[in-house]
C-alpha cells in the first residue's frame, strides 16, 4: 500500500486528525494507497508555514530562485520512469503517454519560469522631461494552487512554477483522485534543496481542503483549474475578500473542418484531439463540425480510424485508450451515451463499457465513442462530458457552423482545419474562444496566454500573463 503524506514546512506529515482517504487504481478498480483526508488545521499549518517562509523567499535573489527551480526540473527528467509510472497508475492514462507529454512538460514548466525571471524588465514612461515613471513588480505573499485531476503533474506544476518564481509562497492542493505525482514531487523539492515552507501541499478533498484555502484571508490569490460548478464556489468565497482569482474551468471545443482541409492530417489529428488521454483533456475537440461537402467521407474513414484505437491496460505498448480517472466518472460519461440516444442519436461507433481480462477486469474502460443526427444545442452537445465521446454534425456554410460553434456556455478552445488563409483569420475572430488553432491541435508555445471565455472562466495563464497575476504592480513617479 502507497502512503501519501502531506508536504507541510519541508516535512511529510499525515494529515493532523489521521484519517485518510483511499486511492484507487482506476486501470484495475482496486485500492492501492491512502492519503490525507485532510482539513483546516492542516491548511491553517500549511498557511503558517508558507508566511515564515515569505520573508527570505520574497528576498532571494532571482538567479537563486531560478538555480532551485532548475535543480528541481533536473530532477523531475532523472526520475522520468518513476514518475510516468506513477501518473499512469494513478489516472489511468497510457504509460507511454505519461512519458512522451505529462512529466516532460512538468519540468518544462519549471524550467520556463526558472528562465523568465532571469529576463523580466519594468515598464518605463518619461513624462515630458518633467517626470519618470517606472512600473515595479512586488510578490503577492502566500497564494494557493489548486489542480486538476486529468493531467495532475502538468497542471500542478503549471501552477506551483510562476508563483515560486514570481517570490511568492505557496499552499497547493492536488486533486485527490490523482495524489501520487504531487508527492513524489514534494520529495523531488526536498532533495532539490527547496527552501523549507516555499511550497506546502496540502491533500484532501475539495470542500474541506480547497475550501478552507478559498476563504483563508492570508491566501492572497486563488489559481485553480478545475470543473465550472467547483470555480463558481471558489469564486463566491474568495471574490467578496478580494483575492486575485485565475479560473481555468470546463470546455465544449468545436473542431471545425472545411471541405478544403488538408484531409488527411485533419483526419488524424482530429483522431487525436478526440480521445487523447481518453478524452480527458479540457481542449478535446468533442463538437466535430465537418463540411457538408465532405461529411460522408470524412465520417467513413474517421470511424475506420478510430476502430483501431486499442482500448488496453494503460502500460501496454499499443494502447491507445487507457481508463478513464474513476468510477463515477466512468458512470457520469456512460450515462450522457445514453442521454445521446434519448436525444435521438446514433452511435455510430462504441458506446459501451470494456471489460479486460485478468487484474484489469474491473478497470474503468469505455470505448472511443462516436454519435451523430443530435442537434447542435441539445444537452449531448452542450454539456461537458469529459470523456472518450464525439459527436459529428454536417454545415453547409461559415454562418451557419459559427452559429453552432458559439452557442455554447464555455469557450475554452476551437480548431479550424482549411486551406483558406482568409477564410481561417475570418472564422478564428468570430469564435467565441480563448484559443484558436488553425490547422494543428494542442500547439503550445509557453510565452503564449492560455484561458478561455464565457464559463470557460476568468483570466489567463502562462508566459508574463502568469508572471503578472503572481505579482502585484506598483506605479512609482518621480518628479524631476
Known amino acids: 500500500m502507497e502512503v501519501i503524506q502531506n508536504y507541510i514546512g519541508g516535512e511529510l ?26 482539513d483546516a488545521t492542516d491548511v491553517q499549518s500549511a498557511v503558517e508555514a508558507a ?14 530562485r531560478s538555480r532551485l527551480m532548475l535543480k528541481v526540473a533536473e530532477l523531475i527528467d532523472q526520475n522520468l520512469d518513476r514518475l510516468a509510472a506513477a501518473e499512469s497508475k494513478d489516472n489511468g492514462k497510457p504509460l507511454k503517454l505519461a512519458k512522451r507529454v505529462d512529466i516532460p512538460r512538468a519540468s518544462a514548466n519549471f524550467r520556463f519560469f526558472a528562465t523568465a525571471i532571469l529576463h523580466e524588465s519594468s515598464d518605463f514612461h518619461q513624462t515630458d522631461e518633467e517626470a519618470i515613471n517606472m512600473t515595479l513588480r512586488s510578490p503577492l505573499g502566500v497564494v ?32 485527490e483522485v490523482t495524489p501520487m505525482t504531487a508527492y513524489l514531487l514534494s520529495e523531488l523539492c526536498i532533495e532539490a534543496g527547496l527552501p523549507k515552507g516555499v511550497l506546502n501541499i496540502v491533500h484532501g478533498l475539495g470542500p474541506k481542503v480547497g475550501q478552507a484555502m478559498s476563504e483563508h484571508p492570508k491566501i492572497k490569490a486563488i489559481s485553480f483549474t478545475g470543473g465550472t460548478a467547483t470555480g463558481k464556489q471558489i469564486a463566491a468565497t474568495a471574490a467578496p475578500m478580494f483575492k486575485k482569482l485565475s479560473l481555468e474551468l470546463g470546455g465544449k471545443n468545436p473542431n471545425i473542418i472545411f471541405a478544403d482541409c488538408d484531409f488527411d492530417k485533419a483526419l488524424a489529428t482530429t483522431v487525436h484531439s478526440s480521445f487523447a488521454n481518453q478524452g480527458q483533456i479540457c481542449l478535446c475537440g468533442s463538437r466535430i463540425f465537418i463540411e457538408r461537402a465532405i461529411y460522408d467521407k470524412f465520417k467513413t474513414a474517421f470511424i475506420e480510424k478510430v476502430k483501431s484505437l486499442k482500448v488496453g491496460p494503460p502500460e501496454a505498448e499499443d494502447t491507445k485508450v487507457g481508463a478513464v480517472v474513476s468510477e463515477p466518472h466512468m458512470n457520469k460519461v456512460l450515462s450522457y451515451i445514453e442521454l445521446a440516444k434519448e436525444e435521438g442519436g446514433t452511435i455510430l461507433f462504441g458506446g459501451e463499457r470494456v471489460v479486460l481480462e485478468g487484474d484489469f477486469q474491473s478497470g474503468y474502460y469505455i470505448q472511443p465513442t462516436i454519435i451523430e443526427g443530435l442537434s447542435y444545442d441539445c444537452r449531448t452537445n452542450q454539456e461537458e462530458i469529459f470523456g472518450p465521446v464525439v459527436t459529428l454534425t ?43 488553432w488553425v490547422n494543428t491541435w494542442l500547439f503550445r508555445d509557453l510565452r503564449t496566454p492560455f484561458g478561455g471565455v464565457k464559463n470557460s472562466g476568468v483570466g489567463r495563464e502562462g508566459g508574463w500573463a502568469a508572471l503578472d497575476f503572481f505579482t502585484e504592480k506598483k506605479n512609482v513617479c518621480i518628479k524631476l
Open 13 to 38: 506529515m499525515p494529515a493532523k486528525s489521521g484519517a485518510t482517504l483511499e486511492n484507487i487504481e482506476p486501470a484495475k478498480g482496486k485500492i492501492y494507497g491512502t492519503i490525507p483526508d485532510s
Open 51 to 64: 508566511e515564515a517562509a515569505f520573508p527570505a523567499w520574497s528576498k532571494t535573489p532571482r538567479e537563486e
Open 144 to 175: 494557493g494552487c489548486i489542480s486538476p485531476w486529468n493531467l495532475p503533474l502538468y497542471l500542478f506544476t503549471w501552477k506551483i512554477a510562476p508563483a515560486i518564481a514570481a517570490g511568492n509562497t505557496v499552499v497547493a492542493k492536488p486533486s
Open 394 to 436: 454536417p454545415f453547409d456554410s461559415e454562418e451557419e457552423v459559427l452559429i453552432m460553434a458559439n452557442t455554447s456556455q464555455y469557450g475554452l478552445s476551437s480548431t479550424i482545419w482549411t486551406t483558406d488563409l482568409n477564410r481561417a483569420n475570418r472564422v478564428a475572430k468570430q469564435i467565441q474562444a480563448g484559443i484558436v
